[in-house]
T-cell receptor, first 113, second 114 residues
Framework: EAGVAQSPRYKIIEKRQSVAFWCNPI?????LYWYQQILGQGPKLLIQ????????DSQLPKDRFSAERLKGVDSTLKIQPAKLEDSAVYLC???????????FGPGTRLLVL | GENVEQHPSTLSVQEGDSAVIKCTYS??????FPWYKQELGKRPQLIID?????GEKKDQRIAVTLNKTAKHFSLHITETQPEDSAVYFC?????????????FGIGTKLQVIP
């Protein structure tokens, strides 16, 4: 079974620039998660989708972060404008709607200079 | 909301020794507790999980125990090997508003010394 795909794997931008990340979940997984993992910390949930609807975005900094999952499959996460403290690994994960087990993608490592 | 505390933050053991990582959670509604292993530069991968109706689960050298009353759960790795070196994350999960809500611990960096 193909895993969760993410791109790009690495991105370096300057502060105040914009950046977008893409995620393709495992086929059939209705639930999709975006996490931010700062070096030395555990993954922090940014946003969770059930199909194409948002079920939890309570920790998403909505003034600069946005995410969408228009057709209930792929998802994009955008940061505009980026700040230095956004430097982190952005992990996408997916799961079957009825199951708790999440499967993670390889992540996108973002460095904001 | 749920709060998961994990300790120790770093752990060094000699190859062949056992390693124990402990986590506590705050919300008694949490009913699913997965453990993830993350090797350097790689994605977190599920290594074992336990549900609240079970007190212990074992898979070869890895075991997890759960004490619902005390709200803590632990990962036990026996006969450690160098390839066990990684960061281990615990998590607590619950159904909330019809969907699964997961909170991760801060992680434990395990180093197995050959």
């Amino acid at each position: 079974e193909a895993g969760v795909a993410q791109s790009p794997r690495y991105k370096i931008i300057e502060k105040r620039q914009s950046v977008a990340f893409w995620c393709n979940p495992i086929s059939g997984h209705a639930t999709l998660y975006w996490y931010q993992q700062i070096l030395g910390q555990g993954p922090k949930l940014l946003i969770q989708f059930q199909n194409n609807g948002v079920v939890d975005d309570s920790q998403l900094p909505k003034d600069r972060f946005s995410a969408e999952r228009l057709k209930g499959v792929d998802s994009t996460l955008k940061i505009q404008p980026a700040k230095l403290e956004d430097s982190a690994v952005y992990l996408c994960a997916s799961s079957f709607a009825s199951e708790e087990t999440q499967y993670f993608g390889p992540g996108t490592r973002l460095l904001v200079l | 909301g749920e709060n998961v505390e994990q300790h120790p933050s770093t752990l060094s053991v000699q190859e062949g020794d056992s390693a124990v990582i402990k986590c506590t959670y705050s919300d008694s509604a949490s009913n699913y507790f997965p453990w993830y292993k993350q090797e350097l530069g790689k994605r977190p991968q599920l290594i074992i999980d336990i549900r609240s109706n079970v007190g212990e689960k074992k898979d070869q050298r890895i075991a997890v125990t759960l004490n619902k009353t005390a709200k803590h759960f632990s990962l036990h790795i026996t006969e450690t090997q160098p390839e066990d070196s990684a960061v281990y994350f615990c998590a607590a999960s619950m159904k909330s508003g019809g969907y699964q809500k997961v909170t991760f611990g801060i992680g434990t960096k395990l180093q197995v010394i050959p």
